[in-house]
């Protein structure tokens, strides 16, 4: 297929086109265009441009391209509608998408737009997906499924399946319910199309059937679904009772914004932010991170202050520092990442213990490999005593190994304690590590040259 | 749903069933466990377990948890299996799951097992797949899908529809294709159900429909198919002929893929590892890594050797040497972030100025407030003269704002070049950022403080 370019001469002929009013030009333009491409150019166009756009448009157009307008454009738009305007929308689109919706407007407007909600079953179905964290297998269902009750017999429940599959627009799954409404188990279309059309439902679902509960973990949904390659899952409340279905599309979006989370900590920015967004909330981002780095900075000052008499005896330590703290932090960050990383996937097993020992074993070997460089080059290259290169070069393995032991540590430490780990591989290890590496580097200097 | 839980005392269990031959004790326990947790299982045992297990299980069984075990678990298990037997698991999996063992097996196997299939259009479509590149659409595409000709009525399709379905495990989309094999449309399934049987389908289908080329990358049709919410999508080949099909399943383990190798390039792992790998493929993976960060160690000693004069009449001076390369390295790390993040998602428009520009601001605002509270902690906190601070924070500001352009500009140029601009978040921007952070810092103090 051609993909969708967004180009500039695009965004301007659109402008035009909004300024003369033409919108004759406008809607023909805009026909052929998918609903998230449309949703990208409005990203582009200014607050009353975007909302002129909203307006011209058909709400089952418009419904599906503010689910995927950036935040701040959807909020602004929404902010243009009247309550009618946004309960016609809000009725065009599934009840997990409209709940999403709802959940970002003004106190004051939600109750008005709901009870603007022609359809007033859909409109109870948004309100109970209200009641659920954002953070939670609630928070992603959809009401929209085809459920059977067990007690029925197959010609009901044919009947029955049609009216409902009318509001979903993948079947995937038809759940199979009791009297009380819980989940009981599944139907395969084949056996119901091949069954006499008296037998009764429950004597031919299928009972095992995978299933979540409503508190669940967004992640562990998705490790769920992706693990046993699941297109829909449905969700039950406490008491068993079939409440919603979660689908895959919903799921790849778990696991994108779980990844870039996961990288943006590794990488020292504390809120979800893009590259276009304003300098100040960019700055609020990384500021955070910077400052714990400037401090850690500041406690390494403060112990080279402390080792005074280094500075006179021994100058050419001085010039290791950087050494020291860059193999610290790297280290610290490599084996955070991966520990972290296995957290995640659920690929950690076995004892603590047995962790930190390989971990222990790893940066022994990384270490003195590291220091036999090490020794070769300071030997040609810098001008330093046998007895001083030694003493960096032990410096340097433990510096390693504390670094390695101290990377697996804290993520384990922290996701006992139900923390996210992945907040331990940011500029975190690498500024507790290179403080401790500044540390261990001038106390073993110490010993060995004896300043 | 009780999640499944690998414990020992299961692994200790199947391994005495093993032992005693007990076959029955065996089949019963892992017949109500799911392919997916089966796999785990056997990742756990050594390699005549693991093959007693896939011997002993039906074929419909253990071909799905052959695509589910760690790379060289199966490659060991496929090594103690006939060719007649690998032969009888791929009969059992689809073309695409199918076609990625037999690119695992040894050259000289591969000949005797496709020979061995007895399905003969199976094996011609396992066949077709090896030629595709792993890293393209091709690769990730099964032969499996429902197509018609347009040329065909109503009748005839949905009795070749019927065939064509029993090798599909799920329909999604009917595409249609003209007498040459090119892709034309596709046909929904309620459009099919209320036309006369005798309407030919050229006259029915829907000529709009999404695909990929066959030599599309893997990224970009996950990209496709998450923005545009797609199940499937079909890919065809240079002249337009319907090829194949990419379902979400496979999409989903691409995006998790991704996203694991970019972390870990951000924390300096060059290759797709482990926490339960060994110590040498893990020593492997960093040691790169750990080398460059060395390197830029040495040179920042350089560096600071070259600067003799600081040594003896600032001494003040290297106490912040920390200071300023945790500082460099975490500004650069953030701002390549955000950048790498961008260019994946492709949310980055406009020119590279404008981007730079806007970098170079933050990195001002950052590294202002930054200097400020230098200025405040080392006025009460370090015997630092006000000129020693003032030529600090300066270095300061300017090592900021450098590390930020920095972080912005080399994943630009990286992926204007073509080359995979994750690489550029991990230690090879701290590093070159260290190393810049020292040389300038010492510049700055050198012009200020006159040594």
Redesign the interface.
């Known amino acids: 297929?051609i993909?969708f370019k967004?180009t500039e001469e695009l965004i301007t002929d659109i402008e035009n086109f909004i300024e003369t009013k033409n919108n004759s030009a406008l809607l023909s333009l805009l026909e052929d265009i998918?609903y998230?491409d449309i949703a990208e150019i409005i990203n582009?166009l200014n607050e009353d441009e975007a909302t002129y756009i909203i307006k011209l448009l058909e709400s089952d157009k418009t419904s599906d391209i503010l689910t995927e307008l950036d935040d701040d454009v959807r909020e602004s738009i929404l902010g243009n509608l009247s309550a009618k305007e946004i309960a016609e929308e809000l009725d065009e689109l599934d009840t997990d998408d409209a709940a999403d919706i709802v959940g970002e407007l003004p106190k004051e407007m939600v109750q008005r737009v709901i009870s603007e909600i022609e359809d007033r079953e859909h409109a109870k179905d948004i309100v109970d997906l209200l009641r659920f964290d954002e953070n939670s297998a609630g928070g992603l269902m959809a009401k929209e499924l085809v459920k059977v009750n067990e007690n029925w017999n197959v010609l009901t429940c044919v009947k029955e399946m049609r009216v409902q599959a009318e509001n979903v627009t993948?079947v995937h799954s038809i759940y199979v319910v009791d009297d009380e409404g819980k989940l009981k188990g599944r139907l395969s279309l084949k056996d119901l199309l091949t069954t006499s059309t008296k037998t009764h439902i429950k004597d031919v679902y299928i009972a095992k059937v995978?299933?979540?509960n409503v508190n669940e973990k967004p992640e562990e949904v998705a490790r769920?679904m992706?693990?046993?390659?699941l297109?829909a899952i449905p969700v039950i409340d406490e008491i068993g009772r079939l409440v919603g279905r979660i689908t895959?599309?919903d799921?790849?979006?778990v696991?994108?914004e779980e990844?870039?989370k996961?990288?943006?900590m590794?990488?020292?920015?504390s809120q979800d932010?893009?590259?276009?967004d304003s300098?100040w909330e960019?700055?609020k981002a990384?500021?955070p991170?910077?400052?714990i780095?400037?401090m850690?900075?500041?406690g390494?000052?403060?112990i080279?202050?402390g080792f005074q008499e280094a500075?006179?005896k021994f100058?050419v330590l001085?010039?290791?520092?950087?050494?020291?703290?860059?193999?610290a932090?790297?280290?610290g960050?490599?084996s955070?990442?991966?520990?972290v990383?296995?957290l995640a996937?659920d690929?950690?097993?076995g004892a603590i213990w047995g962790?930190l020992g390989?971990e222990l074993?790893?940066g022994l070997?990384?270490g003195l490999?590291?220091a036999f460089?090490?020794l070769i080059?300071s030997h040609f290259?810098?001008k330093t005593t046998y007895l001083e290169s030694i003493a960096v070069g032990i410096a340097l393995v433990t510096v390693v190994v504390n670094a390695a032991v101290i990377g697996t540590f804290i993520p384990i430490f922290l996701n006992k304690r139900g923390i996210d780990p992945a907040i331990a591989?940011g500029?975190f290890i690498?500024?507790s590590n290179?403080?401790l590496g500044?540390l261990i580097y001038f106390s073993i200097a110490k010993v060995i040259l004896g300043f």
């Open positions: 297929m993909p967004l998918h998230a582009e993948r995978d299933y979540v769920i992706s693990k046993y390659d297109e895959i599309d799921i790849v979006d696991i994108r990844a870039e996961d990288y943006q590794a990488a020292g920015i932010v893009e590259a276009d300098i960019l700055t990384r500021w991170w910077l400052l780095g400037m850690g900075g500041l390494a000052a403060s080279i202050s500075l006179t100058p001085l010039i290791f520092i950087p050494l020291m703290q860059a193999t932090g790297n280290v960050v490599q955070s990442a991966i520990v990383q296995g996937n690929t950690i097993k962790r390989k074993l790893l070997v990384n490999a590291l460089v090490f080059i290259g810098f591989t500029p690498t500024t290179d403080v500044i």
